[in-house]
């Protein structure tokens, strides 16, 4: 950088005709790599958000992104069954008249009934180690607030309340140093205001919870 700089300068004190059109042309270069760097900003700062895309694409983008998860294991439900999906009636362009509005997800979540016997067959079918319902909240992987789909089994999985070490219940205590669905719900409520404040766009804020949940509550909610 101060050897770039230290040409630009050179260029605008040398005498002459010759010296005139290397400093323009030198401007001009700066002011293009300037331009790029700002126009792309936006994308760079948010987590490598992908466009406002259709709910279909962006579900495929979901089911075929390599993950490289930073927080243990049992944070994240496998990949191949729960990958994440949206709920197509929430785009960008409504987010105030659905998720922003208060009371929005009561009109969309399915009955405890539902949950309760998808979150009883998922923990047979996983073969889990803790077979006890009652450790485990049926969360929506993309939540209801981010505009996740409300009943497709590809978006809910069982998600620990405490850890494998120290099950817990809904009922808690929830001590500050296990991670677990509280975590979790803290880092939707942080993406939800995010969307709604227009720091974020629907569809990163997505693409961040499917991903690596864990990783934005590290640097963003944590910081």
């Known amino acids: 950088m101060e050897n770039g700089g230290g040409a630009i300068l050179s260029a605008a004190v040398t005498p002459g005709r010759e010296g005139s059109r290397l400093t323009r ?3 001009f270069s700066v002011a293009g790599v300037l331009g790029l760097v700002l126009s ?24 075929g992104a390599t993950l490289s998860h930073v927080g243990p294991s049992y944070l994240y439900p496998k990949q191949a069954t729960t ?28 009955s405890s009934t539902v949950t ?14 803790d077979q006890n319902a009652s ?35 809904r009922l808690g205590p929830f001590p ?18 995010a969307v709604c404040d227009g720091t974020l766009t629907l569809r990163a804020a997505q693409y961040i919870i499917a991903t690596d949940w864990f990783k934005y509550y590290r640097d963003a909610v944590l910081k």
């Not at 990958?83 to 197509?88: I, S, T």
Request: proline share 9%; with cysteine; glycine share 8%.
């Open 40 to 63: 792309l900003l936006p994308g760079l700062l948010a987590y490598g958000q992908p466009a406002d895309e259709s709910p279909a694409a962006m579900n495929a983008r979901l089911a």
């Open 176 to 193: 500050s140093h296990l991670v677990g669905a509280k975590t979790k719900d803290a880092v939707e409520n942080a993406l939800r205001k």
């Open 116 to 129: 309760t016997n998808l979150k009883t067959k998922q923990l047979k079918d996983t073969h889990a180690s």
């Open 25 to 27: 042309s030198h401007r």
């Open 135 to 169: 450790h485990y909240e049926e969360d929506h992987f993309i939540s209801l607030e981010l505009g996740g789909h409300p009943r497709d089994p590809r978006n809910l999985w069982p998600e620990r309340w405490g850890t494998p070490g120290h099950p817990l219940t």
């Open 83 to 110: 990958p994440g999906l949206v709920n197509p009636n929430v785009t960008q362009a409504n987010i105030q008249q659905t998720i922003c509005t208060s009371g929005f997800t009561d009109t969309v979540r399915p």
